[in-house]
C-alpha cells in the first residue's frame, strides 16, 4: 500500500535520458511549458497533439511505465466522472442527446451533444497537464531544483527538498504498516477503517519526521545566511529544452490568438481542422520531441 494507491510511489530516479541529462530547473521549465501550452489552447487536435508530446516525452525519459499505471488507476476514473458529470449539469448546446425527464432539485435534464464534447475537452485538457506535472516529478533533480531555488529563499527551497525526499519513505511507513496490520492473530481492521488506521499513523509519524529534521538543520545553522557562488554552466541539454519549452509556449500562444485551431462548444460545435491546424498540431510534437533526438553523452 502507498500513499498515492500505486505499488511504487511517482519521484525521481535517475536514467539515462536527455531529460535526466538536462539540468532539474530546465527539466522542470520544460514539464511546466507542456502543461502551460495544454491551458492556452482550446483545440481537441492541439490538445491530441500535445497529450502525444507528453507521452512520447515520458518514453523519451524512460518514465512512461509509472505515469502509464498513474493513469490507468487513478486518472482515467477522474476524467470518464468529469465527462459524466458535465453532461448530466451542463445546460448549454442546442443538440440535444438524450432527454432524461425531471432529476428533483436538477430539474429538467438534457443531455446535449456540446455538453458532452466539453466535457472530453475538459477532461482532455487535466490528462495532459496531469501528466506534464508528473513528468517533472519523474524527471526533474530534486537536488539540482534545491540548489537553484536556495539562492532565492533557503527556506522554500528546504522545504521542497524535504518534501520529495519523504514522500518514498512515506509510503514504505505505510506499506510496513498495512504488513504490519495483516500480520495481526485476529487480521486487523479491514476495509475503510483499516485504510484510516494506517493513514492516521502514517501522518502523525510524517509530523514527528518533519520534527526531527527541522530541529536538526536548525541546530547545524540551516538558513543562517544565503548560499552563493556561481551556478553550474548549461549544457547543450540545457539549452535544447530551453528553446523547445519556449518554442512550445510561443506556437501554443500564437495559434489560440489568431484563431488558426479555432473551436468552439456553445451554443453549437465549432472547429477549423484544416491543414494550418494539423501543421501547428505536428509543429508541437516535433519541438516537444526534438532534444531527444540527441543522446550524445548519454550513458546507456
Same mark, same amino acid.
Given at each position: 500500500?502507498?500513499?498515492?494507491?500505486?505499488?511504487?510511489?511517482?519521484?525521481?530516479?535517475?536514467?539515462?535520458?536527455?531529460?535526466?541529462?538536462?539540468?532539474?530547473?530546465?527539466?522542470?521549465?520544460?514539464?511546466?511549458?507542456?502543461?502551460?501550452?495544454?491551458?492556452?489552447?482550446?483545440?481537441?487536435?492541439?490538445?491530441?497533439?500535445?497529450?502525444?508530446?507528453?507521452?512520447?516525452?515520458?518514453?523519451?525519459?524512460?518514465?512512461?511505465?509509472?505515469?502509464?499505471?498513474?493513469?490507468?488507476?487513478?486518472?482515467?476514473?477522474?476524467?470518464?466522472?468529469?465527462?459524466?458529470?458535465?453532461?448530466?449539469?451542463?445546460?448549454?448546446?442546442?443538440?440535444?442527446?438524450?432527454?432524461?425527464?425531471?432529476?428533483?432539485?436538477?430539474?429538467?435534464?438534457?443531455?446535449?451533444?456540446?455538453?458532452?464534447?466539453?466535457?472530453?475537452?475538459?477532461?482532455?485538457?487535466?490528462?495532459?497537464?496531469?501528466?506534464?506535472?508528473?513528468?517533472?516529478?519523474?524527471?526533474?533533480?530534486?537536488?539540482?531544483?534545491?540548489?537553484?531555488?536556495?539562492?532565492?529563499?533557503?527556506?522554500?527551497?528546504?522545504?521542497?527538498?524535504?518534501?520529495? #525526499?519523504? *514522500?518514498? +519513505?512515506? @509510503?514504505?511507513?505505510?506499506? &510496513?504498516?498495512?504488513? =504490519?496490520? /495483516?500480520? $495481526?492473530?485476529? %487480521?486487523?481492521?479491514?476495509?475503510?477503517?483499516?485504510?484510516?488506521?494506517?493513514?492516521?499513523?502514517?501522518?502523525?509519524?510524517?509530523?514527528? #519526521?518533519? *520534527?526531527? +529534521?527541522? @530541529?536538526?538543520?536548525?541546530? &547545524?545553522?540551516?538558513? =543562517?545566511? /544565503?548560499? $552563493?557562488?556561481? %551556478?553550474?554552466?548549461?549544457?547543450?541539454?540545457?539549452?535544447?529544452?530551453?528553446?523547445?519549452?519556449?518554442?512550445?509556449?510561443?506556437?501554443?500562444?500564437?495559434?489560440?490568438?489568431?484563431?488558426?485551431?479555432?473551436?468552439?462548444?456553445?451554443?453549437?460545435?465549432?472547429? $477549423?481542422?484544416?491543414?494550418?491546424?494539423?501543421?501547428?498540431?505536428?509543429?508541437?510534437?516535433?519541438?516537444?520531441?526534438?532534444?531527444?533526438?540527441?543522446?550524445?553523452?548519454?550513458?546507456?
Amino acid at each position: 500500500m502507498s500513499a498515492i494507491g500505486l505499488r511504487r510511489p511517482l519521484t525521481y530516479r535517475p536514467v539515462a535520458s536527455p531529460l535526466h541529462a538536462a539540468g532539474g530547473p530546465v527539466a522542470a521549465a520544460y514539464g511546466a511549458a507542456l502543461a502551460t501550452a495544454a491551458l492556452i489552447v482550446w483545440s481537441p487536435i492541439l490538445l491530441g497533439a500535445l497529450l502525444v508530446a507528453v507521452v512520447l516525452a515520458a518514453a523519451g525519459a524512460g518514465v512512461a511505465g509509472p505515469l502509464a499505471r498513474f493513469a490507468a488507476r487513478l486518472m482515467l476514473p477522474l476524467l470518464v466522472l468529469s465527462v459524466a458529470v458535465n453532461g448530466l449539469v451542463d445546460r448549454g448546446g442546442l443538440t440535444v442527446l438524450a432527454r432524461l425527464g425531471e432529476w428533483g432539485v436538477l430539474g429538467q435534464v438534457d443531455v446535449t451533444l456540446e455538453a458532452v464534447v466539453y466535457g472530453v475537452v475538459f477532461a482532455l485538457r487535466l490528462l495532459v497537464v496531469t501528466l506534464a506535472c508528473l513528468l517533472i516529478v519523474c524527471a526533474a533533480n530534486p537536488d539540482e531544483l534545491m540548489r537553484a531555488l536556495r539562492r532565492v529563499s533557503p527556506r522554500s527551497a528546504l522545504t521542497a527538498a524535504i518534501g520529495t #525526499r519523504l *514522500l518514498g +519513505v512515506l @509510503a514504505g511507513d505505510a506499506q &510496513r504498516l498495512a504488513e =504490519a496490520q /495483516r500480520c $495481526r492473530p485476529d %487480521g486487523g481492521v479491514s476495509g475503510t477503517r483499516g485504510r484510516l488506521a494506517v493513514l492516521r499513523a502514517t501522518v502523525a509519524g510524517a509530523l514527528d #519526521r518533519s *520534527l526531527d +529534521v527541522a @530541529a536538526v538543520l536548525e541546530m &547545524r545553522g540551516y538558513g =543562517a545566511r /544565503r548560499a $552563493r557562488g556561481p %551556478g553550474l554552466p548549461l549544457s547543450r541539454h540545457d539549452i535544447a529544452f530551453m528553446l523547445a519549452a519556449l518554442g512550445t509556449l510561443a506556437v501554443a500562444i500564437v495559434a489560440q490568438a489568431s484563431g488558426m485551431a479555432r473551436f468552439e462548444t456553445f451554443p453549437l460545435l465549432s472547429m $477549423r481542422a484544416g491543414a494550418g491546424a494539423l501543421s501547428v498540431a505536428g509543429l508541437l510534437i516535433v519541438l516537444a520531441l526534438a532534444p531527444f533526438l540527441d543522446r550524445r553523452g548519454i550513458e546507456r
